[in-house]
């Protein structure tokens, strides 16, 4: 399985069997996915002494998170999957950041910082160390999210947001990607598509301008 990571500012690559993440490599460099994921492939490939044509499935990071660096993720997996004709296995950012958390014993809410203020957010139960998604990904303001929430202790809140309100800080990662992926159903690479949950700037510019003229951004 290979997994290619790129919802938040740290882009990653990982690559594993059922036994577990043989290789991964992650690097932080702002909005740069574009020039980072596919040496990263290359690298986690010869770290790991696996050839492309030895993986089975690829496995992408299909968001919330970054548009930019979804869009780039998703473009680059979806061309090696079409490329060695093989299925692809979509994961939310989100639940990534869950999985993390599942020995925590409580209620899990995983949050990526949204910018304009706000955040996305899904809520988890954790059975049998083992997430369910029990409030699908949204996007909301911080004020709003907590007001859903019980009282201290009852839930674990975890991403790269809402710190002062007790969050343990993680991102997601292509070493979680790759280990959540192998228990996911493998599809067509036309059936994954990005979850933005809202307008990019671009398109939130281009309705707002003469002739619908957009700027790029996230």
Same mark, same amino acid.
């Given at each position: ?18 036994? /577990? ?8 460099? /702002?909005?740069? #996915? ?48 079409? $490329? ?18 599942? #020995?925590? /014993? ?14 996305? $957010? ?42 002062? #309100? ?53």
């Amino acid at each position: 399985m290979l997994g290619i990571e790129s919802a938040t500012a740290r882009a990653g690559v990982a690559i594993g069997t059922a036994d /577990g993440v043989v290789a991964s490599a992650e690097v932080t460099r /702002g909005p740069r #996915h574009a020039e980072i994921l596919v040496p990263a492939v290359k690298f986690v490939c010869e770290q790991a002494g696996i050839a492309l044509d030895q993986v089975d499935a690829i496995a992408v990071d299909i968001g919330p998170g970054l548009f930019t660096g979804l869009r780039v993720g998703i473009a680059t997996a979806n061309g090696l999957a079409q $490329a060695l004709s093989l299925p692809m296995i979509g994961v939310s950012s989100l639940d990534l950041l869950a999985h993390g958390m599942r #020995h925590a /014993g409580n209620d899990i809410v995983a949050v990526i910082d949204a910018r304009r203020s706000e955040v996305y $957010a899904a809520r988890y139960g954790v059975t049998d160390q083992q997430i369910k998604r029990v409030m699908d990904p949204t996007v909301l303001l911080p004020a709003e999210l907590l007001a859903q929430l019980d009282g201290p202790g009852d839930v674990v809140i975890v991403g790269d947001t809402l710190a002062d #309100h007790g969050a343990f800080f993680a991102l997601p990662s292509a070493a979680m990607l790759v280990e959540l992926a192998a228990i996911g159903n493998p599809v067509d690479p036309s059936a994954i598509a990005p979850l933005y949950l809202r307008k990019s700037d671009a398109e939130l510019n281009a309705d707002r301008q003469p002739g619908g003229a957009a700027r790029e951004g996230d």
